[in-house]
């Protein structure tokens, strides 16, 4: 029981949650996530099994794909729908070339601040952590890369969002960024993973869809070097991704 699983995560459950399901399935097996997904996240995650979870490091380390709804209507303190959102009032409704030109500004590397409701460490204590005892902290800001990032559709207060970033950069926080400065609200509605490269959402399990038992051949391999083909797409897709 040596590989991968990528399974299509629904909305709910932890990351963990998966986990646990995928061991059980698989006797008992060692397993691990290559990167967590919120639980009002869902998407692409991949678990791996036995000798393979030698290379989760390497699995997170290639880029990861998103789309998003976000919400320009409200704020919310976990910048995704798990609070009820606070409504903004808001002087003018952006237009879509406003959106344009704001997101372009969010291609490229830049500095940002990961959510209070994270799991970044402050003073070894998990961000999350403290904001559910009620003394949330934004996190150092940290530098971050996207390479692309574009808008599928705009019909206010929804603008729905299709980006391709490296391992740190936090969803939440462009929502939280482009209401910023747009001077609206600005929280997840949904959040989908649709890749984390090499692997995709086609041929992904629903976690619905589960074999009860895991055999050998519904495992995949480890590519013997995840991130290559990424390394190799990402400069290519860099100098598009930052204009």
Do not use: W
Not at 20 to 28: F, L, M, Q, T
Not at 49 to 78: F, N, Q, W
């Amino acid at each position: 029981m040596d590989g991968v699983i990528v399974i299509d995560k629904p909305v709910g459950p932890t990351s963990m949650r998966v986990v646990e399901r995928v061991r059980r399935a698989a006797g008992g097996a060692r397993c691990g996530h290559a990167g967590t997904l919120d639980p009002l996240a869902s998407g692409v995650l991949v678990v791996a099994l036995g000798r393979a979870t030698r290379s989760i490091d390497a699995l997170m380390a290639g880029p990861k794909r998103y789309e998003t709804e976000i919400d320009l209507s409200g704020v919310t303190e976990s910048l995704d729908a798990e609070f009820e959102p606070q409504p903004v009032a808001i002087g003018e409704i952006p237009s879509l070339d406003a959106i344009e030109r704001t997101i372009a500004s969010m291609r490229g590397e830049f500095t940002q601040t990961p959510p209070a409701y994270s799991a970044v460490k402050i003073g070894g204590r998990r961000a999350y952590a403290l904001a559910r005892r009620g003394r949330a902290e934004e996190p150092p800001a940290r530098l971050v890369r996207v390479h692309s990032l574009e808008i599928i559709r705009y019909d206010f207060p929804i603008v729905a969002l299709r980006l391709r970033c490296e391992k740190g950069f936090y969803v939440r926080s462009l929502a939280r960024d482009l209401g910023r400065a747009l001077a609206t609200g600005g929280f997840c509605r949904s959040i989908r993973r649709t890749a984390v490269e090499p692997f995709t959402l086609e041929g992904a399990v629903p976690l619905d869809s589960l074999p009860e038992t895991l055999a050998a051949g519904d495992l995949r391999r480890v590519p013997s070097e995840p991130s290559a083909a990424s390394d190799s797409s990402t400069r290519s897709n860099a100098t598009r991704g930052a204009t």
